[in-house]
């Protein structure tokens, strides 16, 4: 006895006896009525429930004990640098009105909070002292040019601005091109307690070879049988050896730049290696402090008002 087996495919036979495919669903015509109704409910439940996830997000970290602790202190004590244009000099500065608006939003939800009393207490710190004033509790975050994801010590928001590193030749050199040149970069300091990642241009640098091992870019030299890189321990080390022609170019980020060369004897590359994306920071255990500043930054990015900062404190985009 012979048994015929049949199976659903999704097509069906017609006239002419040729089959033809039929799709399983449809969402056109009167067929696709009820897939399409499902569809449109199913994502309205989804933005629902995306919804309220942001809504719970936000008293969450309000109820936190960092924010208590801010609530207790009566303000939220930031540590900032006190020497970049356009990110903190003398008071003003993105990062300084970043903060700002963090504090107010943290000590508005406490009653006990006079209005007209700061909400932030600036202290200043320097690549030498911020990791120790954070870890000892004389600030409760930093807002200093951190680099995003530097060091496995801190917690980061998103981040806020993101910084330009290019290569930097001698005046009248800037439209040089960026092959079978020597470079250098600033050295790798040998502490772990600076809050920087000492490394970033190295990296940086590193990463650009890697990238465009075609261009010949030399960033080492030999000493008796050792390779030694092309990197410096300071800023004025960096400058002169540029100036002194120990190095074609160096490598630098633009706000460092804006800082070191006001006067303008250097010529900037149009040839870029990349961004240093900054960030604030809080250390690990204290994490909430960071994600309100990521609340706070979809805010501000939403309704235009980060865009309107880096314009009034100069910052390119």
């Not at 017609?14 to 109704?37: D, M, Y």
């Not at 100036?243 to 303008?264: F, H, P, Q, T």
């Not at 994600?291 to 235009?304: A, I, T």
């Amino acid at each position: 006895m012979k048994f015929k087996f049949f199976t659903r495919h999704g097509r069906r036979t017609v006239a002419s006896g040729k089959k033809q495919h039929r799709p399983l669903i449809t969402f056109k015509g009167e067929e696709g009525k009820r897939p399409r109704q499902f569809l449109i409910g199913a994502g309205a439940v989804v933005l629902l429930l995306l919804l309220a996830n942001a809504l719970r997000v936000e008293p969450s970290l309000m109820a936190s004990a960092e924010v208590a602790t801010v609530h207790d202190n009566g303000v939220l004590k930031v540590g900032v640098r006190t020497d970049i244009p356009g990110m903190s000099l003398e008071g003003e500065g993105l990062e300084y009105a970043l903060a700002e608006l963090l504090g107010e939003k943290i000590l508005s939800a406490d009653e006990k909070w006079d209005k007209r009393q700061d909400a932030v207490k600036f202290i200043p710190v320097t690549p030498m002292t911020a990791s120790a004033k954070l870890t000892d509790g004389t600030v409760d975050m930093l807002f200093c040019m951190m680099p995003k994801g530097g060091s496995s010590s801190f917690a980061y928001s998103s981040s806020y601005y993101d910084d330009p590193c290019r290569f930097v030749f001698r005046k009248g050199e800037g439209q040089r091109s960026v092959k079978n040149i020597t470079v250098g970069f600033l050295q790798s300091a040998s502490t772990s307690g600076l809050y920087v990642p000492t490394g970033i241009y190295e990296t940086m640098v590193d990463n650009y070879v890697e990238a465009h091992p075609d261009d010949g870019l030399i960033t080492t030299y030999k000493y008796n049988d050792d390779t030694i890189d092309l990197s410096y321990a300071s800023y004025d080390e960096l400058f002169d050896a540029l100036r002194d022609g120990e190095v074609d170019a160096i490598v630098l980020n633009d706000l460092m730049l804006n800082k070191l060369d006001s006067e303008g004897e250097f010529d900037r590359s149009e040839v870029t290696l990349g961004n240093i994306s900054y960030a604030a920071a809080t250390s690990t255990a204290t994490p909430a402090l960071t994600s309100l500043m990521d609340v706070l930054l979809d805010d501000l990015r939403d309704g235009g008002t980060l865009e309107a900062l880096y314009l009034r404190y100069g910052l390119q985009r």
